[in-house]
């Protein structure tokens, strides 16, 4: 019996441990993906454009002999573009959808910090109506008086479209044209 009480005070314990956050910043606005998402971070380098791809995919590039599709989250959010700089990073992202694992890059204006975050601290989203998707927010947390907005990136990033780019452009390109990287075995 007093096992039973241990293990229900362990599963209560895990509960509330906290969850660490990549944050970035964009346009002034500081976002969070979970750091158990996050395969690296990697300075900007131009990739391999696709035709006909959403405007918001900068192209592809090749990490490794994987495809992976560069989203560009400012303009999936409808934000204002801006030049890229120094401080201008991808963040490769392995993304969980029906039919597997992907791994999919956003660019981001910079990275920020990582925080550890408690559920009891995560705000729902706001509800914004039927015209605002806010499915793709899990949450969000008040850091140092800044608001940071904590994205779902299987949601966000699980578009059929957004997808199916990276298995469409291993048709258009071989791995070794890439940013004329040579593929290396998996």
């Known amino acids: ?8 005070e362990q599963g209560a314990e895990s509960t509330r441990k906290p969850t660490q956050y990549l944050t970035f910043e964009m346009a002034g606005a500081n976002y969070g993906v979970e750091i158990l998402r996050v395969q690296e971070i990697r300075g900007w380098d131009h990739p391999t454009l696709i ?20 989203i560009d989250l400012r303009k999936k959010f409808g934000l204002p ?9 991808v963040i490769v992202l392995k993304v969980q959808t029906e039919q597997a694992d992907r791994i999919m890059g956003v660019m981001v204006d910079a990275v920020s910090d990582v925080h550890d975050v408690r559920p009891e601290e995560v705000r729902s989203p706001p509800d914004l109506g039927q015209q605002v998707d806010v499915s793709y927010i899990r949450g ?16 966000l990033l699980s578009s059929d479209r957004v997808l199916n780019l990276a298995d469409s ?4 390109i071989q791995p070794q044209e890439l940013n004329g990287s040579q593929a290396m075995p998996s």
């Not at 918001?56 to 002999?65: A, F, T």
């Not at 573009?81 to 990073?89: A, D, F, G, R």
Request: charged residues 10%; proline residues 7%; hydrophobic residues 50%.
């Open 140 to 155: 969000l947390i008040s850091v140092n008086q800044q608001m940071i907005v904590l994205l779902d990136t299987n949601v």
């Open 81 to 89: 573009s801006l030049e890229i700089s120094p401080v201008t990073v």
């Open 51 to 70: 035709p006909n791809a959403p405007e918001y995919v900068r192209g592809v590039i090749n990490l490794r002999g994987i495809i992976v599709p560069i």
């Open 1 to 8: 019996m007093s096992e039973r009480l241990i293990a229900t």
């Open 169 to 172: 452009a291993l048709g258009l």
